[in-house]
């Protein structure tokens, strides 16, 4: 009888407890809301309300720059391949390429455009061109893709034919590509 009656009890307890962490007025003691991403999400795409979602977790789990809420992400693009489940920070938006210290970022016409859909925002490149056709010229090395253009993802690019991205290098290179690469597509050699 007497265990009868604690499985009764544990069972509604059980009930109760899943009641009360389905419910979205309930606000329990120590947790604070986080957008995650509900499936996995491609760097270099700009980011829409369908792929995410707001959960909420233990304080102590917050990382740092969580974001809490959608709006958040309005527009933002992420900076690189985030897996489902994924809590996301401030740190995963390209609101604006940055190049950081001692570097510049400049934009690139792939002669190639074959090879945008195995490029990720963050992926190192070594830059290449070709004057007389008969020899490549190396303009930068190691730089690293910071955006990639949606529209040139997406192959409706209208006024531009190849695809765009931008990279960051140090300045000496991002002048080379600018003045080498803009008379013609430049080739990208991924590292």
């Known amino acids: 009888m007497l265990t009868r009656h604690r499985r009764l009890l544990a069972a509604l307890l059980a009930a109760a407890a899943v009641i009360l962490l389905a419910s979205p007025n309930t606000d329990p003691q120590g947790t604070v809301p ?4 509900r499936r996995a999400l491609s760097g270099g795409a700009q980011i829409d309300g369908s792929g995410l979602s707001v959960i909420r977790v233990p ?3 917050l990382p740092d720059q969580a974001l809490t809420n959608l709006d958040q992400t309005s527009g933002q693009t992420l900076v690189a391949d985030r897996p489902r489940g994924t809590i996301l920070t401030r740190a995963d938006l390209l609101s604006a390429p940055r190049a950081g210290p001692g570097q510049a970022i400049t934009g690139v016409r ?3 455009p074959s090879l945008l859909p195995m490029l990720r925002v963050g992926q190192k490149v070594t830059i290449v061109t070709s004057s007389d056709r008969s020899q490549a010229e190396v303009l930068a090395r190691s730089a690293v893709i910071r955006a990639i253009s949606r529209a ?8 531009t ?4 991205i931008l990279v960051s290098t140090d300045p000496d290179s991002a002048a080379r590509i ?3 690469g803009s008379a013609q597509g430049v080739g990208l050699v991924m590292e």
């Open 34 to 37: 986080v957008v995650v991403a």
């Open 59 to 61: 304080a102590a789990l």
């Open 110 to 112: 792939l002669a190639d």
């Open 152 to 159: 040139a993802a997406d192959g409706a690019l209208a006024s």
């Open 161 to 164: 034919p190849e695809p765009v």
């Open 178 to 180: 600018a003045t080498e």
